[in-house]
C-alpha cells in the first residue's frame, strides 16, 4: 500500500508531483533595474536623433541647439518612463514565470528518472496522478 505521508503529495502545483514550483516574488527592484536600462536606452537613441536634427538647423548658434537638445531629453525622461517601468514590470514578471517552469519541467524529468527505476516512487506518482484527478483540478 503506498504511503500517504510522501512529500509527493505536499505538491503546491496540481500540474507537478516534483514541489519545484515555488512562486518567487518579482523584485520590484529588478524592474525598475531594467526600466531605467530601456529608458537611458531609448534616450540615447532620441538624442542622437536630436543632435543630428538641432546641428541642421541651428547653423552655429550652439548655446539655443544645447537647450533645446537637453529639452528634448528632458521632455522624453518625463513622458517615457512610466510606460518602460510598466514594461519592465510585466517583462520581469514573464521571464520570472518563464524561469519557473523550466524549472519545474527539470525537476519533473529527474522525477520521472527516478520513477523509472524505482517502482515504490513510480506506483507513488501514479497514486498521487489518480488523487490529482479525482480532486477536480
Known sequence: ??????????TSSAS??????????????????LAGML??????????VADQVVNTWVDGHLLVGWVVLWSV????LALLAPPLRQL??????????WVAAGSARRADAVMWKAAQQDHRLM??????S???EHSGA
Request: charged fraction near 15%; charge should be positive.
Open 130 to 132: 489518480l488523487v490529482n
Open 88 to 97: 519592465a514590470d510585466v517583462t520581469a514578471q514573464a521571464l520570472t514565470r
Open 39 to 48: 529608458l537611458a536606452a531609448v534616450i540615447a537613441a532620441l538624442l542622437v
Open 16 to 33: 507537478t508531483f516534483s514541489g519545484a514550483a515555488r512562486r518567487t516574488p518579482v523584485s520590484r527592484e529588478h524592474s525598475r533595474m
Open 1 to 10: 500500500m503506498p504511503r500517504t505521508d510522501h512529500p509527493i503529495f505536499a
Open 123 to 128: 506506483q507513488d506518482l501514479y497514486v498521487a
Open 73 to 76: 531629453a528632458f521632455a522624453v
